[in-house]
């Protein structure tokens, strides 16, 4: 391969949503640009182990449950509703592949070329890369951007072995319906995996060390939320936590304490799914030896410009503090390679949205009214149920309401979090609104279509305004 083959103006190393964007931001800006990611699938953790096949599955199942426990209530009678779990999974594997070859396609668009391998960084300026078919290659790089994103937190005591103890990895991938499902953690993916299997049959325990689900979200939809995930038979154990997990031949035990310590308690299961958070990757990267600094939590640590400590090496999404989000990776993405271009940018991360898809589903944007109580900010709140949302009653969906908080004086929105259908969705016209600085006032003058589930929006902001119309 001749020199000016193997030289780029960028170099993104990782092709999740933070890396593949980049990319392709950075091509179509002119830059010549080279991705180098291991996997043969593009993609990431996100596309082929993460956010997509959960999805995928998160719906299947519900549309499992819906026949099986909910479709009478609308006059459709299906009889017995049977289970094809092998069917399900290769459904999900389809939706897999189709979409990491699309962003194959989208490289080949704006000629980005993949370089299939590991990579590492010998020095500023070049990116080694043992390639998977056997033998390096070296790429000489103006810009270096390391998008290598996080892998799962273990939990000492608990080996993983993807098949009884699992990652969500190897959650996304069971080939029978466990009788018991053990899931360590409370958070995103412990409530959308653990909602999975309990939807296909199994019992699901699910054990979190805090006192409350869901830390980092608005207390009280995490409150409703325990409410009605319990409703649909997830069990909680709260304060808990597991200290040891032994494999034996029919079930794994498990030892499970109070958080605040004491006598330690056995439990039994047939799987257990460790979801205890993700840490930052970058494994290998030689970045130590190249003097990129990385905080005390193994985060790489930059400036404003996703520059890190060495100049010519960026570094975006979760391998940089910050949500650890797809959406998050992928705005840090273009906007770190906007700035190599010469633009400006800026990510705010105050307003970032996240997404929980349970159901009903659990949505935030801005602060939490906790953080605004610490923080002494005073501040409206309104609240709208979707029991009195018509299209709600009309399909159905009634579980949930929308919050709506926003500045006491200036009425300035701070915050929108939604528990109910389709939360997710809704969401976003609310992370529009706060980016516009808009207020309750701007939200509530809207119009709304009807009937829509967004009304809930509206009259939420109309009750932060003490002006409800339907409660
Ligand atoms: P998480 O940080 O959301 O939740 C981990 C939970 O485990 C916390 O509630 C924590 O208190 C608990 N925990 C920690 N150590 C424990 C222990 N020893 N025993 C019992 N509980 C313990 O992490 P999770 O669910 O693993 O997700 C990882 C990342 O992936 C998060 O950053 C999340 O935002 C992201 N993700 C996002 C999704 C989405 O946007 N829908 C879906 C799945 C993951």
Redesign the pocket.
Known sequence: MSETQNRFDVVVIGAGPGGYVAAIRAAQLGMTTACVDSRGALGGTCLNV??IP?KALLHSSERFAAARDRYAEHGIELGEVKLDLGRMMSRKDDVVAGLTKGIGQLFKKNGVEHVHGTGCIPKPGEVEVALEGGGTRTLVADRIVIATG?D??P?PGVEIDEKRIVT?TGALALDAVPEHLVV?????????LGSVWRRLGARVTV????D?????MDHELARHAQRLLGKQGLEFRLS???KRAEVGTDAVALSVEA?AGGAAESLQADVVLV????RPYTEGLGLDEVGVTRDDRGFIQVDDRFETSVPGIHAIG?CIPG????HKAEEDGVVCVEMLAGQSGHVDYGKVP????TAPEIAGVGKTEDELREAGVGYNAGKFPFLANSRGRAIGETDGFVKVLADAKADRLLGVHIIGPFA?DLLQEAVVALEFGASAEDLARTVHSHPAMGEAVKEAALAALGRAIHV
Do not use: F
């Open positions: 993460g956010c959960s996080s799962s937190t939990l969500s360590v953690g409370a958070g995103v993916i412990g409530l959308e054990i979190e060390y805090l409350r689900i869901l830390p980092g808990s936590a597991v958080a979801a205890v958070g993700r979760d949500p650890m989000l797809a996240a997404v929980v898809y997710g």
